[in-house]
């Protein structure tokens, strides 16, 4: 079936480069997403990237697709302490707009 | 323009009663859909509506459902609660069926 893996923990110095990494199984997904969730609060959508693009840069944000690898990965360039969060990956469900989340990534960033 | 607005952010219940969840989507979207997150199952898809139809479900028990009205908005219902129906409830809308999906603050729902 659908499923999507993360590591659990990120830990980055303030001003260096984070990179979240992510593992799906549905070649045939659309569209792929990230999601930041801070703690209390609901999850704010990232970015996202088509299934036949390899890359997507969005101000400090740059997305890598592998689809031959199913491996997706968002890099925060200059990482700031407000970046703290959890980091959620998800894939769209080919039946509908449901999407399959991964665990998250806690992403901690030390001054 | 208005996110996504889910109410009552917090609740309390005691297990056997039921609750009802709300959610009003982005101003112009028409699908809505809601998950379930606790620590340990992570975020789980529920259900979605577009056009007040439901056109995906998850694997939860018949206690869960929900309903779309014509105006877009939402509710969801937990019947006969139970300890592990805590969880934050998150609805999250878009434009159309296969848009990207734009999350609400959440509910946070205790059952004691």
């Known amino acids: 079936g659908e499923d999507v893996e993360q590591s659990l923990f990120l830990s980055v110095r303030e001003g260096d480069s984070s990179v979240i990494n992510c593992t799906y199984t549905?070649?045939?997904?659309?569209?792929l997403y990230w999601y930041k969730q801070e703690p209390g609060a609901g999850l704010q959508l990232l970015t996202y990237?088509?299934?036949?693009?390899d890359m997507k840069q969005d101000q400090r944000l740059t997305v890598l697709l592998n689809k031959k690898d199913k491996h997706l990965s968002l890099r925060i360039a200059d990482t700031q302490t407000g970046d703290s969060a959890i980091y959620f990956c998800?894939?769209?469900?080919?039946?509908?707009?449901?999407?399959?989340f991964g665990q998250g990534t806690e992403l901690s960033v030390k001054p | 323009k208005a996110g996504v607005t889910q109410t009552p952010r917090y609740l309390i219940k005691t297990r056997g009663q039921q609750v009802t969840l709300s959610c009003s989507p982005i101003?112009?979207?028409?699908?809505v859909s809601w998950y379930q997150q606790t620590p340990g199952q992570g975020l789980q898809f529920l259900f979605e509506?577009?056009?007040?139809?439901?056109?995906n479900k998850g694997n939860f028990p018949g206690r869960f459902s929900g309903r779309q009205f014509s105006n877009s908005r939402s509710e969801m219902n937990v019947s006969t609660l139970e300890l592990g129906d805590s969880a934050l409830y998150l609805c999250?809308?878009?434009?159309?069926?296969?848009?990207?999906?734009?999350f609400g603050e959440g509910s946070r729902l205790t059952v004691l």
């Open positions: 549905d070649s045939s997904s659309t569209y």
């Open positions: 101003s112009g979207h028409r699908s």
């Open positions: 998800a894939e769209k469900d080919n039946q509908g707009g449901k999407l399959i």
């Open positions: 509506y577009f056009s007040e139809t439901q056109r």
């Open positions: 999250a809308s878009s434009l159309v069926l296969t848009g990207e999906l734009f």
């Open positions: 990237i088509f299934s036949n693009m």
